[in-house]
């Protein structure tokens, strides 16, 4: 197989190699002749009055300026020195390059090799190296994630599909800093499948036809009746178990149909399974005539107020007409108040209740005629009249006149 001509080579290519080692000259950026008043503000209109300078707007400006004098310049610094060449299958992974100088190959993670760094891929066959999926690769010897060489794999069978890594004997994967793939103990090469996009499964939950894993573990449950109810509780023929744990804990036994009321809670009968962060309560009623939801952690039952499963016993409020904004698990109202649904049920103090709105993009925030919220906290410093929320290439913000707030705070 005929090499491709490296990029920058020449006539002296042992000379220009000898020098690939030197830093990389940057050239000092263009003495600035503007004045500043033209630079940072645009001309006023005639004839009007001097406006006051206001500080407050400069500055983020002149941020701005600096950030994206910054970016150009790390983009030039990026660009002429990096050692990295031609991808070798971009469209398959940002991670593998041909050297720009030499025989190697390298592995930089999404291409970024002044931020994140650069490894030469141990042992690589250039000419027969190619990738299969973002952190896998195979030449004609060996398979390799990342830039480490995997010898326990078999590579005459190593196939990607999807998010299955597999040979003919093994299921394999791997967690953050693994240099070896791991195998899935007991997996079924065959059979073996994912039960659910990636976004959607961060535990990975998967099956083949003997057993469930979670996490790429197998969990001991009936495989034929074993179902995943919610982001919260799985069940069998015999029991609930709460989801995301290893060995899956117990909570109770099954003794009838099962009913979803969110990802946080379910009915059994006369029976409330609820969920915290991490705690869990059961509560037996005689009979239950009322269930409705208020977000996702409180419920009204009977009448009375529970909040992850927990009776509301000092709660002043009027449970009859207590109800949420629509799709927005944030908030929530009766006929008098507003009130706060995370971290816990409150009463938003000072909110009125008439104007109270939460928006739309961003349901932690909130506002009335008067005044912001964040998650039912009064943020003194946010002006009303101006706030709004915003989106942009990073996704959706909170801002004012003044700026941007991260989590209610401002940066």
């Known amino acids: 197989m005929s090499r491709a001509p490296l990029r920058g080579r020449s006539v002296a290519g042992d000379s220009e190699r000898n020098l690939a080692h030197l830093p990389c000259p940057v050239p000092p950026p263009p003495r600035c002749t503007t004045p500043q008043s033209e630079l940072y503000f645009a001309p006023r209109p005639p004839h009007t009055p001097p406006q006051p300078k206001n500080k407050v707007s400069q500055m983020p400006r002149l941020g701005r300026i600096l950030t994206l004098l910054g970016c150009a310049l790390l983009s030039l610094i990026s660009t002429s020195c990096s050692p990295l060449g031609e991808p070798v299958a971009e469209g398959i992974s940002s991670g593998y390059y041909f050297s720009r100088w030499g025989d190697e190959v390298f592995f930089s993670a999404e291409g970024n090799w002044l931020g994140l760094g650069k490894s030469v891929v141990e042992g690589a066959d250039r000419e027969s190296f190619r990738p299969l999926s973002e952190h896998l690769a195979v030449d004609r010897a060996r398979v390799y994630y990342r830039q480490y060489p995997q010898p326990q794999v078999d590579r005459d069978s190593f196939r990607v599909q999807g998010r299955v890594w597999q040979d003919d004997a093994h299921i394999y994967y791997a967690r953050s800093r693994d240099t070896r793939l791991r195998v899935v103990e007991g997996a079924d090469p065959e059979m073996f499948r994912y039960l659910f996009p990636e976004a959607e499964n961060p535990t990975d939950w998967a099956r083949d036809a003997e057993h469930y894993y979670l996490r790429h573990k197998a969990v001991e449950v009936d495989v034929d009746s074993f179902r995943i109810l919610n982001e919260t509780f799985v069940a069998d023929r015999d029991s609930i178990y709460r989801n995301n744990t290893l060995p899956l804990a117990r909570i109770v036994e099954v003794s009838g149909p099962i009913e979803q009321i969110n990802d946080f809670h379910l009915r059994m009968g006369d029976q409330i399974i609820s969920a915290g962060s991490w705690a869990f309560e059961v509560v037996t009623f005689d009979a239950i005539d009322e269930v409705r939801a208020i977000g996702t952690r409180v419920l009204v039952l009977n009448g009375q107020v529970y909040e992850k499963g927990k009776l509301l016993r000092e709660w002043d409020g009027d449970a009859a007409s207590l109800t ?32 109270f709105e939460p928006a739309q993009d961003y349901g932690a925030y909130a506002t009335d005629a008067r005044r912001v919220y ?35 705070i401002r940066p």
Request: proline share 4%; glycine share 10%.
């Open 324 to 355: 949420t904004w629509p799709d927005n698990p944030y908030y929530a109202h009766d006929a008098g108040a507003v009130y706060a649904l995370r971290p816990v049920l409150k009463r938003v103090e000072g909110a009125d209740l008439a104007s």
């Open 374 to 408: 964040f998650n039912g906290r009064h943020l003194k410093d946010a002006d009303r009249a101006t706030f709004a929320i915003g989106r942009d290439a990073d996704g959706v913000f909170a801002h004012d006149k003044h700026g941007r707030f991260m989590m209610g």
